[in-house]
Every structure is written in C-alpha cells, then in structure tokens.
C-alpha cells in the first residue's frame, strides 16, 4: 500500500490565490487544478477547495 502525501491546506491556498489573480479559471472549476498540482483526488481537491473558499474573506482580512 502506498502512503500519499497530501499537501497542506496552506500550500494548497497559496497556489488557489495565484491561480485566482490570474484568472486562468472560475474557481468554482479549481478542483481539476488543484488534481493537477498536487496529484490528489477528487475528493481531497474538492475538499482543499471548498477549505479555501470557506476561509477566503478571513485569509484576505488579514492580509490587509
């Protein structure tokens, strides 16, 4: 059995906020890139996703 390791919730919403400022995408469609970049599931993109979005007006508060 082979141990995947999952990236952080971190490392996963600093590349949705550069992937975001460039508007490559509608993020409601990130999941696919997130897949992409960090070789996880669906289920693990869509879950790093929706983390991302459920944190996304904190996150940016405090980096203003």
Not at 34 to 44: A, E, H, L, M
């Amino acid at each position: 059995m082979t141990d995947i390791k999952l990236p952080t919730q971190d490392e996963v919403n600093k590349f949705l906020d550069i992937l975001r400022e460039s508007g490559l995408t509608n993020m409601v469609g990130a999941g696919k890139y997130i897949q992409d970049r960090f070789g996880v599931t669906k289920y693990d993109a869509q879950r790093f996703l929706l983390k991302w979005m459920e944190t996304f007006s904190e996150r940016q508060t405090e980096h203003d």
